[in-house]
């Protein structure tokens, strides 16, 4: 009677497992704490295995960076219904984007802290991510600023600023919902919402809040 075989492992397959392993210990450890001997073993492959799929620790922690950012910024764009008013879309992405971070704290750890800590080239690939959502709310909002204003030409820049805002307080908010006890993610985005929507939705409506006049002396200053 022969011996039985093995099935090999696919090599994509080995090699995510090395990646949930990394993330893992990246996002609870920390890039300078975190070492190959133990995201090795966590993964169940020999620490030469790991450098030959992935090279180096710093290779491995960028391919960690490029999974994370690709998953979440997939997440926020699955979870939005083109069709949905412009509220209801804000809300549905808002809530993608917090049950993303909360469902993956250590991909979120290495993303919203790790990578930003850890100087070039980490920070760019999390620069890149960050635009790319930027971008996308940016349109989201201008969508819906333009058919309320009626007004298909709308300068974008007109609503760049807010959508720069609105996911800097996202990042913050998710940070803060990860660390508290009890926070789910959908109180997460009705949190943002009702911080974020009484601004937009007076834009939407024509209600901008505007600065008061000053003096030509206190505006130089």
């Known amino acids: 009677m022969g011996a039985v075989k093995t099935k090999r492992m696919p090599r994509a397959v080995r090699e995510q497992q090395m990646l949930d392993a990394a993330v893992r ?33 710093e290779d491995l922690f960028t391919a960690c960076i490029r999974r994370e950012a690709t998953a979440l910024t997939e997440a926020v764009r699955k979870g939005v219904d083109p069709g949905l008013p ?17 469902q993956n704290p250590d991909g979120w750890s290495v993303l919203h802290l790790q990578a930003r800590t850890h100087g070039e080239p980490f920070a760019s690939e999390v620069t890149a991510m960050r635009e790319e959502i930027v971008a996308f709310v940016t349109q989201l909002i201008l969508a819906g600023a333009r058919e309320a204003h009626h007004d298909p030409d709308l300068p974008e820049r007109e609503v760049a600023g807010l959508a720069e805002a609105l996911v800097g307080a996202a990042e913050s908010l998710a940070a803060w919902a990860n660390a ?13 919402m009702n911080f974020a929507w009484a601004g937009l939705g007076g834009l939407m409506a024509g209600r901008p809040w505007s600065p008061p006049e000053e003096s030509e002396a206190a505006q130089a200053g």
């Open 25 to 57: 210990t990246f996002g609870q450890r920390g890039y300078m704490a975190a070492s190959m001997d133990e995201i090795a073993e966590l993964a169940g492959v020999s620490k030469p295995l790991v450098y030959l799929y992935l090279n180096s620790k």
């Open 86 to 102: 412009a509220d209801r879309q804000l809300w549905a992405g808002l809530r993608a984007f917090f049950t993303h971070t909360a």
């Open 180 to 192: 508290t006890p009890g926070v789910t993610a959908r109180q997460a985005a009705a949190t943002l």
